[in-house]
């Protein structure tokens, strides 16, 4: 437990923390809570103290107490209500790095048990289960059942050029299964030499950053990195932006990596994918991994727009500045209220548009808009990128 959890550059950097504010207007946890605890200034504030009362000397000199059981339970409810959406971070004038430093906190509020509940659940699921959900690890493939004329061998191949990282939640949610099932169909027909990992496919570990549990990664990390090897590939691709950004942040640079979106957009402007035209306008949703986390802004718009009949509309809230739709950072498992929440002001903003589809890059993005969507019965449809390239897609 402690201060060991934070680098000496994060330690530095709160101290530049100007008192702003900017962090806490962009939050989608203060505007759909109303509390201003929830925000990144506050949550600065609140370290502070707990780092103070806790330094020996120091703690002498400025009379500080250590925060008490219960202060310290209240800390911690307001950092795990907090979608890592990463927005503080890209506004904040003083250039702190916000993101890193909410999983560092989580980590010590884990060292230093004081956490929620849920927390003990995905730590003992990953370790039984090697999947989030603590599903049966032989089931990750049940979704290409569903899928279009599946080759015999279920696109698990002894070796391919290409390892399609599918992710735990497309694989076990029967709405995340929707993308998996839409890009398998796609890059068949595109004639990419793709396999799955099966069963040797673990969580790529980016639930346990959120969760506070680091220490636990390097297992899932060298597991997945043998398993991509034993294929003999060279590129890995995720329709997942955590995926997509575990393997950019904490997996070494050993192979060749991209979104799901990128390789579509290629595939489609190499003309390999024979589409028709779909009379439809549509929204994008940056999802905060894949945009602010990867910066991956444009191919999925010129991807969109790549498909005859489809017009693209712009949220006012675009790019870097895209609102979370609410299904980040563990939310919904810690306060499912919350997330709905920021969910509702998303959809609001999309309907602003006029437009009769959001499309994001996400499996959930999608599942948070589309459990929004169903429960209040709202006239929207929500689509994957590869749901919408799917629809889009020739029939043979
Ligand atoms: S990461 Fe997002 S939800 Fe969390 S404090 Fe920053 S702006 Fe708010
Ligand atoms: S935006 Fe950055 S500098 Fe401004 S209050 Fe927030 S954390 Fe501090």
């Not at 496919?201 to 959120?210: K, N, R, S, V």
């Not at 979104?259 to 306008?281: F, N, W, Y």
């Not at 009769?356 to 019965?377: D, E, G, H, I, L």
Request: glycine share 8%; proline share 4%.
């Amino acid at each position: 437990m402690g201060n060991q959890d934070y680098t000496i550059k994060q330690i530095l950097q709160m101290g530049g923390c100007t008192g702003c504010r900017f962090c806490v207007d962009v939050c989608p946890a203060v505007t759909a809570s109303g509390q201003g605890e929830l925000s990144a200034l506050f949550r600065m504030k609140g370290l502070k103290d707990l780092l103070k009362g806790r330094t020996g000397l120091l703690r002498k000199i400025l009379g500080k107490k250590e925060l008490s059981g219960q202060e310290l339970k209240t800390f911690s409810e307001t950092v795990f209500r907090c979608t890592l959406c990463g927005n503080c971070q890209e506004v904040c004038p003083a250039g702190i790095q916000l993101k890193a430093l909410w999983t560092s906190i989580r980590q010590d509020l884990v060292h230093s048990g004081s956490y929620p509940a849920k927390i003990d659940m995905i730590r003992d699921n990953l370790e039984e289960s090697h999947n989030v959900f603590g599903e049966d690890n032989e089931e990750r493939t049940e979704w290409v059942e569903d899928v279009e004329d599946a080759p015999d061998h279920g696109y698990v191949k002894e070796k391919a050029e290409i390892v399609y990282f599918t992710g735990c939640v497309a694989s076990y949610f029967p709405l995340g299964q929707k993308i998996p099932i839409a890009l398998a169909e796609i890059l068949d027909r595109s004639d990419v030499d793709f396999t799955l990992l099966g069963q040797e496919e673990w969580c790529c570990g980016f639930p346990l950053i959120g969760a506070g549990l680091k220490e636990f990664l390097q297992q899932f990390i060298d597991h997945n990195l043998a398993a991509v090897r034993a294929k003999g590939a060279r590129k890995v691709v995720f329709a997942c932006p955590s995926c997509f950004q575990m393997w950019r942040e904490h997996y070494p640079p050993e192979f060749s990596i991209a979104h799901a979106s990128q390789l579509l957009e290629e595939l489609v402007r190499a003309k390999r994918v024979p589409l028709k035209e779909l009379d439809i306008t549509v929204t994008y949703h940056d999802p905060c991994d894949l945009g602010r986390g990867a910066r991956v802004f444009e191919e999925p718009r010129d991807l969109i727009r790549s498909i005859p009949g489809v017009k693209l509309v712009e949220l006012p809230r675009n790019r870097e500045n895209c609102q979370c739709c609410g299904g980040g950072g563990n939310l919904e498992m810690i306060d499912a209220k919350l997330s709905s929440e920021v969910a509702k002001r998303k959809i609001e903003e999309v309907l602003g548009t006029g437009a009769k589809a959001v499309v994001t890059s996400c499996q959930q993005c999608v599942r948070t808009m589309t459990t929004y969507v169903k429960r209040n019965k709202i006239p929207l449809e929500v689509l994957d990128i590869t749901q919408l390239v799917r629809k889009a897609l020739k029939k043979k």
